[in-house]
């Protein structure tokens, strides 16, 4: 992780949009437009879907802590059980790492090649990989000890690791789309 991306204006748990430098480099497809374009089928609408998909995951992951975080005493192990928090916890973190192995192995490099200019942008994408992995890091250690001693104070900690993964997910795929899409709406 370089110095430039852990500045406040550049790292993903900080920063409110994408760096001022790396906006201008971005292909120009409007983002309006991204689902009334002709070529919105295919990948650009799979890319689309998954994204959907992992936002709700990492929504759902942080809600149903919370929720349940204000379950009474002797309800609390039930409601843990029966939301299976684990194994839904287990699905995002499988399915997120792979998106990004896709993307830092595939796309992104793809992506440069075809057009050198969004070198900055892939590279501090790639850099959201890296905080996002520790984030789902820490989400994956609490739902683990949670397994293990499914009381308040655990589940206490798994939202508190769940809920700002959900945030930097947001930030990221947001600005992620914003580089991507018009790529899969121009090339296909
Ligand atoms: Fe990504
Ligand atoms: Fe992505």
Redesign the pocket.
Known sequence: MSAQYRQLTHHVATRDRLPPAIRPTLLEEAMQDWKHHPRFAGKARF?MN??RQ?LDEADWLSDTARVILDASGDTLQDRISASALASNAQRLLHFAHG??EI?DHGHFPQFVRLHPQLHDAFSLLANDHQALDAALHGVETEQEALLRSPGRDQLAKLHQHAAPLNKIMHR??TD?EDG?MPIFLRHG
């Open positions: 890319f998954v994204h992992l998106h990004h993307e990221h795929i992620e991507v």
